[in-house]
């Protein structure tokens, strides 16, 4: 997750306008980011080391489905089953990256906790623990290569 | 479809709800931050003014899934490398479950209206909806709706 403070660079670029403003979604929507993975049995029993529930109705041999938060779920696919519906081949996530994955955690602690998970399970640390005292992130990529950065905020900080 | 011989995968830690809840955000280079912004607007969606500034804008899909858009220089800052095409090497799509048939429609309409190109993927069955579009950054999006009871078999 980014922080509002992070340095600027160059000329100062114009905040974007909002028509549409709040703290919470106008109209909840489930959110299901679909990833391909290389191999599912692996990458269920990484995310399950992390303390990941897995949904077993939407769970066969192609697929599995991450229980993240309300309205928050991952989708794991095999890379055959991904390109059926991207009908492109798979890109590889470290040389090819456009995305990253953030979760938020109750404490400063289970992000050193989950992040040291990770590691022990075959992750890997990607770059620096960055605290901000309200604010404390550090990174790891998956099995596949995705970047995740597990971050806690204080409460008390956050924003409305 | 693809048909694979490997066996279903065993699980340890099964559920309907997830034992501990955690918000995902999933962050997205962009562009034009602007025009981003106005293309989800335009398709009913929100934006948290307090997580928004002149490279990142925090986009409301559902109480722990957010969607932060992202300047190609900042998420290039945090993955520390340059951000690539996500329409030429896929490596994520994004769904978006919405509650019944005419609101996939209305809602693919107005990405189409906004600038967003269709994109394959139609699915049409008694219990599942689907439709999908790529938007102007090149990311696709499946609009689905599915029938309760699919959820609870």
Not at chain 1, 77 to 85: A, H, I, N
Not at chain 1, 112 to 140: K, P, S, T
Not at chain 2, 22 to 41: P, S
């Amino acid at each position: 997750m980014a922080t509002t403070d992070h340095p600027t660079t160059d000329a100062p670029a114009a905040v974007p306008e909002l028509r549409n403003a709040g703290t919470a979604p106008a109209t909840r929507r489930k959110l299901f980011l679909n990833l391909p993975v290389a191999d599912l049995q692996r990458t269920i029993r990484f995310f399950e080391a992390l303390g990941f529930t897995f949904d077993p109705h939407f769970t066969d041999a192609k697929a599995t489905c991450m229980l993240v938060g309300d309205d928050a779920y991952c989708m794991l696919l095999t890379r055959p089953f991904f390109e059926t519906f991207s009908g492109r081949p798979v890109g590889d996530p470290v040389a090819q990256p456009y995305l990253s994955l953030a979760l938020a955690l109750d404490a400063r602690a289970d992000v050193d906790a989950m992040v040291e998970r990770a590691i022990a399970h075959g992750g890997e640390a990607a770059g620096e623990a960055m605290d901000h005292g309200f604010m404390y992130q550090r990174g790891f990529r998956d099995l596949d290569g995705y970047h995740w950065d597990p971050f806690w905020m204080d409460p008390a900080a956050i924003p409305g | 479809m693809h048909v694979e011989a490997s066996p279903r995968p065993t699980i340890r830690d099964r559920g309907r709800a997830p034992v501990t809840r955690r918000a995902l955000v999933v962050n997205l280079a962009v562009a034009d931050l602007q025009r981003a912004i106005d293309f989800f607007e335009a398709l009913g969606l929100n934006f948290d003014p307090g997580f928004t500034d002149a490279s990142c804008a925090c986009l409301l899909v559902g109480r722990d899934a957010h969607v932060m858009l992202m300047s190609r220089e900042l998420l290039g800052g945090f993955v520390r490398a340059p951000i690539a095409d996500p329409a030429a090497a896929p490596t994520a799509l994004y769904a978006i479950e919405v509650a019944s048939r005419d609101e996939v429609d209305a809602l693919l309409e107005r990405a189409l209206a906004a600038g967003a190109t269709h994109a394959a993927g139609l699915m049409d069955g008694p219990s599942m909806y689907a439709r999908c579009f790529r938007d102007p950054d090149g990311y696709t999006w499946e609009v689905y709706w599915m029938a309760a009871a699919m959820r609870e078999r």
